[in-house]
């Protein structure tokens, strides 16, 4: 009985690679291609410009700069469905080509995921659908790493929380069924958070859908097919159960990288000065590169997970290897071994480089934070609030960070922060912060501070259900912190950094309380060693089991679902065809977004696993706190107070 080899993300993204290939394949000629923004990184993933070249682009523009020219007749448009604002800037420049040019073009409209009803009848009511050829590109998760896969919208957690938009869940319920397909049904859905039961009803809906579909056609059926013998089960975080994490400033070396350059599809732009070692000068400190983030870098796929405070001591280590088998040269006596040194050349060279790019990143990292008074206030705050201090007695601290004029996103997150863990801030101290934002950067933020009321990120206590004893969070306004910090060990006093042996060394001290729900799941023995220490031993229960109690305190409903086959005796038949001896996977579905520390967290718990469990972790897109509160922050500007 082989064990289950997990899922094939280089198959996800070769089938993505060869069906976008295949759609400019089908044009035939030169052609251009104009593509919206947000695509361009997703697609950068698993297809190199080189390669569009090869199928005969000729040229690549941005739907959002409305620049397309006319130089070939045949003309490519890539864009996303389900946004409508996309749709008429494809259709308003389908209109000027026509306009302006004195040749006849020929239309290609791609839409990714899905083609909708909506982009349809904006192309239809603006008289060009039908000199257009309309198709679809069904591009769901892209693998980022070999256990991270994600939708890439970068927008679903505004969606979701301000906006309301259930798109993004409709999107992971598409995107989650091939692998039902493929793999088998999920045995066993679980999941905390009203999204992520939104999700698993759609997922539910989906697959009685297509059982019907597939009995009135009498083809072969897919989804009266049997659960999966690879797939141990799906759990489903709404991010909406935990807002406290992703305020919180990363500490892992990739969470700083993210908070400090942002990385977006494995890339971050960094300035050159910083990869060089020098100072930059007024022309260099425009100049820009992007450098590569991923596993393919051996050492920065060994600083990613650790906390930063570790990052100097690997580095040191990794230089000292690298020094050695460089000059191992001089003990080459031989031609073969100076033949063996040779070929390993490229690879030093390449370790130097990367080297190079680590060190420079570390020693930014090291003046923004270590060397900040700036950051380690905030930090202190941050660990104060999480921590269970008074909220009001870091607000001297807070005041004093806005006269400073440091950056609203900062300064929103520290309050959003203390919002979401103390059920909300006194009336009086919101008021006053809040006038103080308005007169230091501006009266247009009273639009943002409505934009994070609605995301339930900013509230003030009067009423909050949460201050009531016994008054569950799952009927009130968020989690309630304080009722599951304790319980649930989200706070250590100690962490070893160096040699961790809990996930809270991610931030230092803190547990992300996402990852302690996984936990709950997959780990039922150490989460019950200090929640309930002398309770019999319950690893070998399901769902949430013994933890339903402890979790009516978290935002949201708690669920655990069984998918059964319609065949009990197929189902059995294949279970002792394909065996159950290898590993099983975990999925683990964020909706909302996750951060790099909770993968890092998730890593960690993977690792614990390793003999019994593959853990693959999906999200709707990777997010941070500055992301969240540049969501709700008002673009204008109507001067300061």
Sequence with gaps: MAPHPGIDTDQIKEKARKDLLDLLQGVRGKKNLVIEKSLAGPIGLFLKFSTLQDYGVDKVFFLENNNVDV?????????????????IAVADQIKRLQKDS????????????????????????????????????????????????????DDSFSDLYLRKDPTAIFLAAQALMPFQRKYGLFPRIIGKGDNARRLMDLLFRMRSEASAEESTSNSPSAF?????????????????????????????????????????????????SIIAGTQPNSTQQSLKRKVQLDSSDKLYDQLRDTNFATGSRLLNKFAKRLKSDYDSRHDAKSTSELRDFVSKLPSYQSEQQSLKIQ???????????????????VLEIQQNLIAGADPSSQHDAIEELISRDIPLPTILRLLCLESTVAGGLRQKDLDSLKRQ?????????????????KMGLLQSRAGNPLLIPGVAASSSGGTNYTAIRKPLRLILDEVNEQDPDDIAYVYSMYAPLSVRLVQCILQKSYITSFTSPNAPNTSSSHGWTPFEDLLRNVKGETFSRVQKGDNEAVVKARHMLTGQGGKKTVLVMFLGGVTFTEIAALRFVA???????????LTTGVINGNGIVEGAREKGDFGKG
């Design 102 to 153: 004195s040749i006849e073009h020929d239309f290609s409209v791609v839409w990714v995921p899905r083609r909708t009803l909506v982009c349809n009848q904006i192309l239809e009511e603006a008289g060009v659908l039908g000199d257009s050829s309309v198709e679809e590109f069904p591009l769901h998760f892209i693998p980022l790493e070999q256990d991270v896969m994600s939708l890439a919208l």
């Design 359 to 377: 060190v420079g990143l570390a020693q930014e990292i090291e003046k923004q934070t270590l060397h900040s008074d700036t950051f380690s206030r």
């Design 607 to 617: 690792k614990q696993e390793e003999g019994r469990r593959r853990i693959m972790i």
């Design 437 to 453: 934002i308005l007169h230091a950067y501006g009266y247009q933020h009273l639009l943002t501070l409505s934009a994070l009321e």
């Design 224 to 272: 009266g097919m049997i659960p999966s013998a690879s797939v141990e089960s799906l759990i489903i975080i709404d991010r909406e159960v935990d807002l406290a994490t992703p305020l919180l400033t990363q500490l892992t070396y990739e969470g700083l990288v993210d908070e400090i350059f942002g990385i977006e599809h494995n890339q971050a732009d960094i300035n050159t």
């Design 71 to 87: 130089s070939q007749k045949n003309i490519i448009f890539l864009a996303r469905g389900e946004n409508a604002s996309q749709a």
